[in-house]
């Protein structure tokens, strides 16, 4: 079932998301549903926040993007051709390497892109589907896509770490999105 995506302004996205157990109510569904919303919507992650659901659950498909990219991309990233996985009580352990430049965008905040400057890896704990703990480091475009997610279940999004000057700018935008005046092609709930 493809479910809405909650738009920027609604407060589940500044919400820092609880720990689930592995009998959590449907979680089997929820997760199925969210691969299908994520796919309905072309993006290559979603967190659970995105879906209205406070918990610290996202999924990540980058070989989407590899899939996708222009051709005089390929082989750019250290990381290609991606993977396709479900983080559940992530926690990341550290950031490493040179801080990089990529516009990037969110479902919840469609029509915008900006550069953001992230550590080029990422070391997280989590437990898959299964409740099977991991603990691994991943780099390219996969560690950014992490990032961006994590901060989902932390209650924070890409457009905070731009400059006070570059959010100035965008808060008509901003504004729009939070009171549903923008048209994009796949499903979204408002606040207002
Ligand atoms: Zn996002």
């Known amino acids: ?33 969210m691969w299908e919303t994520l796919y309905a919507s072309n993006g290559v992650g979603l967190a659970a926040p995105q879906i209205n659901k406070d918990i610290r659950l996202f999924v990540v498909d980058s070989i989407q993007l590899f899939a996708n990219q222009d051709e005089e991309d390929k082989g750019k990233y250290a990381d290609e051709p991606g993977f396709k996985k479900v983080f559940i009580n992530a926690k990341i352990k550290e950031c490493n390497g040179e801080p990089w430049p990529y516009s990037e965008g969110c479902l ?7 550069d953001v400057t992230r550590p080029a890896t990422v070391t997280i704990e989590y437990d898959d589907e299964n409740f099977i703990h991991h603990t691994d480091t991943f780099i390219g475009i ?25 959010r100035k700018l965008l808060k008509g935008k901003l504004a729009d999105i939070t009171n549903g005046k923008i048209k994009v092609d796949y499903k979204m709930s408002f606040p207002k």
């Not at 079932?1 to 959590?24: C, F, H, N, Q, W």
């Not at 905040?109 to 900006?114: D, F, L, W």
């Not at 996969?142 to 570059?166: C, M, N, S, V, W």
């Open 1 to 33: 079932m493809i479910l809405p995506i909650v738009a920027y302004g609604s407060p589940v996205l500044r919400t820092v998301a609880k720990e689930i157990t592995p009998d959590y109510p449907n979680l089997e569904k929820l997760i199925a549903d």
């Open 108 to 114: 919840s905040i469609p029509k915008i892109r900006e």
């Open 142 to 166: 996969t560690a950014r896509i992490i990032q961006h997610e994590y901060d989902h279940i932390e209650g924070k999004l890409f457009i905070d770490y731009l400059t006070p000057f570059k």
